[in-house]
């Protein structure tokens, strides 16, 4: 399997996000195959949590249907080796620091490693308190995905440092949410990172359309939230489909 930053080293890259267990579990494992697929290079699958401060309320619905439906961490864990009888797309998680933490971060690292889930992203968890699980992430050869916003990017350096697996840049400040609009901070954002480093770059908050996949053609991937946990929530059943055409007209676009 390849490594993330190999998966991601050339632009035009699709990375997709869906939350574990919406609107089931087996329909996680059939739509994660489905966008794999269709073309996504990566998927990032969401572990539910109580308070997502960083999530808007596409993905915080889609939160509360996960937990309503009794999913848990060890249940999220079993469901990623399902999906990997099926494929090998790589995956990334992400959570919040409390769901590592509650599971224990070593052991989270461990059942990670053993089901190939490739990196993680805490968006709560800033860089003074990354002194406890960098190095476990570490030992355990997971990537550590940090993110960077336009408030943030002053201390590029040392987020560079700690970063594996790609850097995200958040396309709009606030939560995530599809916007009819984004800034080009990201760009902006991107040609200061390249100064420092080569690590791919994904951009995402926010970006649902066509148009919004060709506004970042220096990022080697983008990345898409709630564009398709919506198209999961109108079609919970039968998303596939809508996924796949979803997936083929934004990879294009960024090829066009």
Do not use: C, W
């Not at 995956?91 to 690292?109: H, P, S």
């Not at 590029?156 to 606030?174: E, T």
């Not at 995402?204 to 999961?232: L, W």
């Amino acid at each position: 399997m390849k490594s993330l930053t190999e998966t991601l080293q050339e632009p035009g890259k699709f990375i997709a996000f869906t939350v574990v267990g919406d609107p089931d579990l087996d329909h996680t494992v059939e739509y994660v195959v489905a966008m794999a697929q269709a073309g996504a290079d990566v998927v990032e699958l969401g572990i539910a949590f109580s308070d997502p401060s960083a999530d808007g309320p596409t993905i915080l619905s889609a939160d509360q249907r996960a937990l309503d439906n009794g999913v848990t961490t060890a249940k999220v864990f079993a469901t990623v080796a399902r999906i990997r009888q099926q494929t090998d797309v790589p995956l990334v998680f992400l959570t919040y620091t409390n769901i590592a933490f509650k599971y224990g971060y070593e052991q989270f690292l461990a059942q990670m490693q053993a089901h190939d889930v490739q990196g993680l992203i805490l968006p709560d968890l800033p860089l003074e308190e990354q002194a406890a699980f960098l190095p476990l992430a570490q030992q355990y050869g997971r990537d550590f995905i940090q993110l960077v916003t336009s408030k943030s990017i002053h201390r590029l350096p040392d987020i560079l440092k700690r970063a594996s697996g790609f850097v995200y840049v958040v396309s709009s400040l606030g939560i995530t949410g599809t916007r009819q609009k984004l800034s080009n901070e990201a760009n902006q954002i991107i040609g200061e990172i390249r100064k420092y480093s080569d690590i791919p770059v994904g951009v995402g908050f926010g970006i649902s359309s066509v148009e919004h996949a060709r506004q970042f053609p220096t990022a080697n991937a983008i990345i898409v939230g709630s564009a398709i946990v919506k198209i999961i929530a109108q079609h919970p059943y039968d998303a596939g489909p809508y996924l796949t055409t979803f997936i083929t007209a934004m990879k294009e676009a960024q090829h066009a």
